[in-house]
């Protein structure tokens, strides 16, 4: 991915992506060619030297039983927004302005490891559905199902984790841009409903 300079993320704002997303790309290059699924998956920063990302496939997905050339690749999302470049303070002084999009995106490679274990992938479900039930007044628990109904949705997937051995990371939110135009860029996303971007934006500044 390229990175320019003033796109580039620190580690506490990567480590907070891994942690909090939702779900993500996994993508494998395979002898047939490439093979995408979307799937949440749960971070562990302990599991290696970079940490790893879990996730579990339908067990019908062949994605899981194609072996991987080199490695695999899980695309991670932060929030993303069409910029309009009649937000720009320096439309006015001189237009030389285009559209562009701004966005926060983790890369990360390494190997993929199948765990076809009912045992592995219930403790994962367990971690993953704790992770999205947290907050609510009421959280489901996977204890909550009749334990039959469970152990059969168990043999239905099968169990991923990406060992990561590197990530890049793009935080494109108009770092390169003077502060009158990010102003400018985040008054029309919050005009727009569009917080989340707004928000990356403004942490994002290069000075404050």
Same mark, same amino acid.
């Given at each position: 991915m390229y990175v320019p300079a003033h796109f580039s993320a @620190?580690?506490?704002?990567?480590?907070? $992506?891994? %942690? *909090?997303?939702?779900?993500? @790309? $996994?993508?494998?290059? %395979?002898?047939?060619?490439l093979v995408a699924t979307m799937v949440p998956m749960l =971070?562990?920063? @302990?599991?290696?030297?970079?940490?790893?990302?879990?996730?579990? $496939?339908a067990r019908n997905n062949d994605q899981w039983r194609q072996p991987v050339l080199g490695e695999a690749l899980a695309i991670l999302r932060g929030p993303d927004a069409y910029v309009s470049p009649?937000? =720009?303070? %320096?439309?006015?002084? *001189?237009?030389?302005?285009?559209? %562009?999009w701004n966005y926060v995106v983790v890369h990360a490679y390494g190997e993929l490891v199948v765990h076809d274990d009912p045992a592995w992938v219930g403790a994962l479900v367990r971690r993953l559905t704790d992770k999205h039930e947290a907050g609510r007044p009421d959280p489901w628990s996977v204890d909550n199902a009749p334990e039959g109904f469970v152990a059969g949705?168990?043999?239905?997937?099968?169990g991923v984790e990406l060992r990561i051995s590197r990530l890049e990371a793009k935080w494109k939110l108009s770092q390169n841009r003077s502060a009158a135009d990010v102003d400018g860029v985040i008054t029309g996303l919050r005009a727009t409903g569009q917080d989340a971007t707004a928000g990356a934006m403004d942490r994002a500044r290069p000075t404050r």
């Open positions: @620190d580690e506490s704002a990567v480590r907070d $992506l891994l %942690t *909090h997303h939702g779900a993500a @790309d $996994l993508v494998t290059a %395979t002898a047939d060619g =971070y562990d920063p @302990d599991a290696g030297p970079h940490g790893a990302l879990f996730a579990h $496939l009649g937000w =720009y303070a %320096t439309k006015a002084e *001189h237009g030389r302005v285009v559209p %562009t949705q168990l043999r239905a997937i099968v």
